[in-house]
């Protein structure tokens, strides 16, 4: 972890409002984590908010540059919601790599129910590399 990222909303172990996760390449290239929300993370309905669910999904696809040794800011990202999340439903994160032209890096993410493997949201995005 970069000293800088201790305070990350989505992965800071120092944040102690933020989610904590942590991230990893698996030998497939995929980034994962996993996460609970818990009541703390909810809008309506008992339902984790949308913000939440964009922010890991982001983070997770960030962190596949970060530990690949790529900094890189996210350009632009768009979100399918395809289910809602109920707060206490463990989920896994997925990012992935695309393809990269130039300093462009293009990847795509998925949130999955832990129980039943169900597409909760996904995401494609574009990330621009910095030196």
Not at 8 to 37: A, K, W
Not at 54 to 62: E, N, T, W
Not at 77 to 102: A, H, M, N, S
């Amino acid at each position: 972890m970069r000293p800088d990222a201790n305070r990350c909303f989505v992965c800071g172990p120092g944040n102690p409002i933020g989610l904590r996760l942590r991230f990893h390449i698996d030998d497939q290239d995929v980034c994962r984590s996993e996460f609970t929300p818990g009541p703390d993370h909810g809008g309506y309905d008992q339902l984790t908010h949308g913000g939440i669910v964009f922010s890991a999904l982001d983070d997770v696809m960030a962190n596949w540059m970060f530990l690949k040794g790529i900094r890189a800011h996210t350009a632009r990202c768009e979100i399918r919601y395809r289910q809602p999340l109920v707060i206490g439903t463990r989920v896994l994160l997925e990012g992935r790599l695309v393809k990269q032209k130039g300093k462009v890096a293009f990847l795509e993410g998925r949130m999955l129910k832990a129980d039943d493997g169900s597409l909760v949201a996904e995401t494609e995005a574009s990330f621009m590399i910095v030196a």
